[in-house]
């Protein structure tokens, strides 16, 4: 990871068509961690880059997308929508706890971009599978699901400190 991130900000100093080249490239390479992919899409989508491109989102899955036509993260309704489900969730715990949730969210959120809505599909439930407000026995499939995505994301993230 230390590796992908110096090759990241190296390659910030090329210039804008060379640069935008090598990052189309890395937008589909296996070995990119979901991360620096998800760093690059955004920083396209920022630069207003209309030419479409090859994206590999956490499913595996290659889709085409067009940069300039994507909302920023947190322009995203879905994430505005569970970051405020979080903040009503944890209302009255400690401004640590908060804290701590809040940007283990952001991370999760982040890794899902550009298409979050395809593991949040329920906000409320989402916060509730984060901190653990889930029953024991609740085998509805949206949880079951959101669970899975979690915990791919839990790994992930694990991955990103190790």
């Known amino acids: ?8 900000e190296m390659g910030k100093a090329l210039p804008i068509a060379e640069w935008q080249t090598a990052v189309t490239h890395l937008l589909t390479d296996p070995f990119v ?6 760093s690059l899409l955004e920083m ?8 479409p491109v090859s994206y590999v989102w956490l499913d595996g899955t290659a889709t085409d997308v067009v940069p300039s036509q994507l909302s920023l993260l947190d322009d995203l309704p879905v994430v505005q929508t569970t970051q405020d489900a979080l903040q009503t969730l944890l209302a009255d715990d400690d ?23 395809r593991a949040v599909t329920a906000p409320q439930k989402w916060v509730c599978v984060l901190t653990g407000q889930i029953s024991d026995g609740d085998d509805d499939p949206t949880t079951q699901q959101m669970i899975d995505w979690q915990g791919r994301l839990g ?5 990103m400190t190790s």
């Open 44 to 51: 396209l989508t920022k630069l207003k880059v209309t030419d």
């Open 155 to 159: 790994e992930m993230m694990q991955e």
């Open 33 to 38: 961690k979901p991360i620096v992919r998800v």
């Open 95 to 117: 401004p640590i706890t908060q804290q701590l949730y809040a940007e283990s969210l952001r991370v999760q959120l982040s890794l899902l971009y550009p298409f979050v809505n």
């Open 1 to 8: 990871m230390t590796e992908q991130r110096h090759q990241f």
